[in-house]
């Protein structure tokens, strides 16, 4: 087990290195295919002389192979990647450091992620769990028909809808009813408040943890369902254990793997889900933080919040095969 | 646990352990019903082995799992028939107390060890499961009755192999670990569905000697469910050969070698390939089983038997007959010897 | 001991049957002969807008601004936006960029995941190993967060005039950062099949590699990334509406339905909610119809999950 750890945390680091290197290329080329290559960070805006010298600096835009399309730039790299070392991210266009911005943000990525999660816990499993047991009866097709629907509503479409269409109407009914500082009042509020974090996250972190716990349903229906019909539980079920028993030790069980690892699919998924919104949301997290980059045209905030949530990432899935690992004993040993 | 029979000393002796009554299993897909056991008769004495032989789809693992209960209940049914254990006729037991009697005293060892255990648990928390929930026996007490339980089957250096998981056992270790499994809560049946079919040769021959030790040493009643011939002869005391969910002959072992009144039982003792018959061509039985959804009018085997008379095609399917000796055939000839 | 008297079954798979049972199997359904009318509407529209408008979208005549829709029949059947531009004629020609970049970008992820699977998954080796490693390191990078980081950078990025000019640089990223998930499936479906029967038989009697690939595996993995199909034409849809909105998608002064939505959002309260809700409406309508054929598709040729 201990060696399996170690040589997935090595492979770990290793596609760090390479995702790393990937973003480098990525962004070397665009840069390079820009003509003017500290221009690339600004956009549309015209940089200040300062400005335009700071990025070249921190970028080693200075360096000739930046003028060679296709060269894949390896020196920034290093110096980039001991930067990162340093804990050393970039600023904004104002100066202010990646990290202190970060730093700001993340609580309330955080909370955001809590819905999230709960939304999926509760929904994708219970829902799930539901139409695995009463298969094929008219519960089972109704969640499942449920679950295209709320498939079919893009992440950016619902909250375009929310956002734009319900909130007011529904903030200005809640006020006229409740009062102005009452909790539905605030529920339905259009944008991010910070005295209320929590409250005004809910409905947001509802309708994105809406959106990804279809697929998360389907698959711990169909975890289940291979289950029940498994011979293991027909193994079970011969030794004379009760209903009870079995469902909990031979069924849920066994289904945790599949389940276990495909959060580390929808993770990802999530992350995207989770850009779109704080964006349209105004909730000033992580991914609000690179929406207003995006769309300011911030492009050194941009390249430093694309790195670190690629690295967050492969932890997260770094952390899914080692769940996978303590759930499954045949993968230990390999 | 106590036990859930009303039993007498009196009765022990007289009733058999398992008895089967004209067992009736269908299968409901779609709007189609399918006959998958029509009609299953027998009974099984304390001691006795009894083997059912069948080729796939003859219904022989149904009966086994109708007994235990373990059939899907839609799509399937037990539509007529008793089961009964020691008198009592289980079909009427609602779900507690049939798993209370079946869990004791009825256990079954499946084909494929390495699908019928669950990966993830080690073989010494799925030996003593069954002990452990059901009559709380405490941890420390388990595990040395795993360790039995292993000794039992044969399995070498059992206190580290109970920490193993499925997955690290040969076939053979596998197997001898779903017997001791079965033989944990002390049966007094056990029902063995094709427990030798996924090894080889050699292996086979030891795990069938392991089932026959054990059933002497506890005078259990063993019903080894094959479709390997070669194996009944060893080790049965009685064969009741299926064929498309219907018995077609039922005899004491020795006869049904001599004397096969089937001809389904003919054919399938002369496809067994014989030492002492080298160089010649195997003989198979021509056409395969029929699907149960679309079984043959009149007698169900008319299509292969080598003997198709016009009553086998017209006359509805022949019971089995008494021939004498405590053999029965289901078939219009069964007069008439079939010579291996 | 062998067993008496079984005779050989032998399996034999028919890919080209299960087409024509998934066909029937699917048409009989309501909601899919729905959907599929509905998203080969709008394919037309996008590759005729001229049959839906008669004006140019980018004529836009500030003095008309603001129109509310008028009905069929008049000058400006859905209205004009806050530039003078004509709703129904952006409708119609925003259909095409949306609707050539979700194909462009299936076909291309499409061609590049069923080489890079049919390859790794065949030849295993280091050819395996490499298209390993760099699955995993694009797997790792979510789609939206490639696209906004390059479309950044490309911003200043001049391509052209021209209907693909107009999509390649959101084509190229997208597909980039696409063709993952085709490659699994093929290289998983090619390892399946390898092991059956017929393509050993095959093989024995000297079947070429690139035959074997083509003629006996192709058509089994084919099947299992089919169903993937449109889910991710209504993947590309949704998420060039995403990028639009950020003003990284289709350039101007090309329309797109994510521009249209970009626009008018703001202008839902402000009493011209037509503005947002046309745009809107067509890429609900577009997505979820992709979306109900993929999900039938996939249950059609999945039976297990019934």
């Not at chain 1, 492009?299 to 499954?328: H, P």
């Not at chain 2, 079919?197 to 506890?218: C, F, H, K, S």
Request: net charge negative; hydrophobic share 45%; charged share 15%.
């Amino acid at each position: 087990m201990v060696s399996y750890v170690i040589r997935r945390v090595l492979l770990g680091l290793f596609t760090v290195l390479l995702v790393l290197l990937l973003l480098h290329l990525l962004t070397t080329l665009a840069i390079q295919l820009n003509g003017n290559p500290a221009l690339a960070f600004f956009g549309d805006h015209v940089p200040t002389a300062s400005q335009l010298h700071a990025v070249e600096v921190r970028y080693g835009l200075g360096d000739s192979c930046y003028q060679q399309p296709g060269n894949p730039c390896l020196g920034p790299f290093w110096h980039r990647l001991s930067e990162y070392a340093h804990g050393d991210f970039g600023t904004d266009l104002e100066g202010r450091p990646l990290t202190d911005l970060l730093a700001q943000a993340l609580p309330n990525t955080l909370r955001l992620f809590v819905i999230v999660t709960i939304t999926w816990l509760i929904i994708g499993m219970l829902l799930g769990s539901v139409a695995a047991r009463f298969r094929g009866r008219p519960i089972d097709h109704s969640i499942r028909l449920t679950s295209v629907l709320i498939d079919a509503f893009p992440v950016f479409v619902m909250l375009v809808v929310y956002r734009f269409i319900f909130t007011v109407p529904l903030t200005t009914w809640a006020r006229r009813t409740f009062g102005s500082d009452s909790i539905p009042a605030l529920l339905f509020k259009p944008s991010y408040s910070e005295e209320h974090p929590w409250l005004t996250l809910i409905i947001p972190g509802l309708l994105l943890g809406l959106t990804g716990c279809a697929p998360f349903l389907r698959l711990v229906r169909a975890a289940q369902l291979e289950n029940y019909n498994a011979e293991h539980v027909r193994t079970a079920r011969s030794k004379g254990l009760s209903n009870a028993h079995v469902t909990a030790y031979h069924i849920v069980r066994n289904s945790s793997v599949p389940v276990v690892t495909a959060v580390g699919f929808v993770f990802a998924d999530a992350l995207s889900g989770a850009v779109i919104t704080e964006g349209v949301m105004n909730i000033r997290g992580m991914g609000n933080l690179l929406w207003q980059s995006v769309q300011k045209s911030d492009v050194s905030v941009v390249v430093g919040i694309v790195t670190i949530l690629s690295v967050v990432t492969i932890g997260v899935m770094l952390l899914v095969d080692l769940a996978y690992a303590a759930l499954d004993p045949r993968i230990r040993l390999d | 646990m106590t036990e859930t029979l009303t039993d007498t000393r009196a009765d022990r002796a007289v009733a058999p352990l398992l008895e089967v009554d004209d067992l009736h299993v269908e299968f409901r897909s779609g709007r189609e019903v399918v006959s998958a056991v029509n009609g299953v008769t027998f009974t099984l004495e304390a001691g006795r082995t009894l083997a059912i032989v069948g080729e796939s789809g003859s219904g022989k693992s149904v009966t086994a799992q109708a007994i235990m209960r373990l059939l899907q209940t839609p799509p399937a049914r037990i539509s007529g028939g008793e089961i009964r254990f020691r008198g009592q006729d289980l079909l009427a037991l609602p779900e507690p107390e049939h798993r209370a009697v079946c869990g004791e005293h009825i256990a079954i060892v499946f084909q494929d060890a390495l699908a019928a255990l669950n990966p993830v648990y080690t073989v010494g928390f799925q030996l003593t499961e069954a002990l452990r929930s059901r009559r709380h026996v405490p941890r420390s007490e388990a595990r040395n009755r795993a360790v039995d339980l292993l000794d039992l089957v044969q399995v070498p250096n059992p206190r580290q192999r109970i920490k193993e998981y499925p997955h690290q056992f040969s076939g053979g270790m596998r197997q001898r670990v779903m017997i001791a499994m079965a033989l944990a809560l002390e049966p007094e049946v056990l029902i063995a569905d094709e427990p030798t079919t996924a090894l080889d040769v050699t292996v086979q021959a030891q795990i069938m000697r392991l089932l026959g030790e054990i059933q002497a040493e506890r005078e259990m009643g063993l019903i080894l469910i094959t479709h390997d011939l070669g194996v009944v002869a060893e080790v049965a005391d009685q064969v009741n050969v299926m064929y498309a969910g219907r018995m077609v002959e039922a005899a004491p072992v020795e006869e049904i070698f001599a004397r096969p009144a089937h001809p389904y039982t003919g054919a399938l003792l002369r496809s067994i390939p014989r030492l002492d018959q080298k160089g010649q061509q195997l003989e198979a039985i021509g056409g395969r089983p029929p699907e149960l959804s679309h079984i043959p009018s009149g007698c169900p085997f008319h299509p292969r038997c080598p003997r198709d008379e016009d009553v086998c095609r017209t006359d509805p399917p022949p019971q089995l007959r008494d021939l004498g000796d405590d053999r029965y055939a289901a078939c219009h000839f069964a007069e008439e010897s079939q010579i291996p | 001991m062998t067993s008496a008297a079984v005779d050989l079954e032998v399996v034999t798979d028919q890919p080209g049957g299960t087409w024509a049972t998934v066909g029937r199997h699917m048409l009989r359904r309501p909601d899919v002969i729905l959907a599929t009318l509905v998203s080969l509407f709008f394919i037309v529209v996008a590759a005729f807008p001229g049959l839906f408008s008669r004006t140019d979208p980018q004529h836009c005549d500030i003095s008309v601004a603001k129109i509310k829709p008028q009905g069929f029949g008049h000058p400006h059947p859905f209205g004009t936006d806050p530039s003078g531009c004509d709703v129904l004629a952006q409708l119609a020609h925003g259909a095409r960029p949306s609707l050539l970049l979700a194909f462009t970008v299936v076909g291309a992820s499409l061609i590049i995941g069923i080489a890079l699977g049919l390859l790794s998954g065949f030849y295993l080796g280091w050819v395996d190993a490499v298209v390993s490693r760099l699955l995993e390191v694009f797997l790792v990078i979510p789609l939206l967060l490639a696209a906004l980081l390059l479309l950044s950078l490309f911003r200043n990025i001049d391509a052209g005039d021209g209907d693909f000019a107009t999509i390649v640089q959101p084509a190229i990223v997208l597909t980039g950062f696409g063709w993952m998930g085709y490659t699994r499936y093929v290289r998983a479906a090619v390892l399946e099949s390898k092991n059956l029967d017929y393509v050993r038989a095959a093989r024995a009697l000297g079947a070429s590699d690139l035959r074997l690939m083509f003629s006996h595996i192709l058509p089994n993995a084919i099947a299992s990334v089919t169903a993937l199909v449109p889910t991710a034409i209504a993947g590309v849809i949704s998420a060039e509406a995403v990028l639009a909105f950020l003003g990284i998608g289709v350039r101007p002064p090309a329309i797109s339905w994510g521009i249209m939505i970009s626009s008018g959002a703001p202008w839902f309260t402000g009493g011209y909610p037509y503005l947002l809700l046309f745009p809107l409406g067509c890429l609900l309508a577009t997505v979820l119809s992709f979306v109900v054929i993929g999900d039938n598709l996939r249950d059609a040729l999945d039976p297990k999950l019934k």
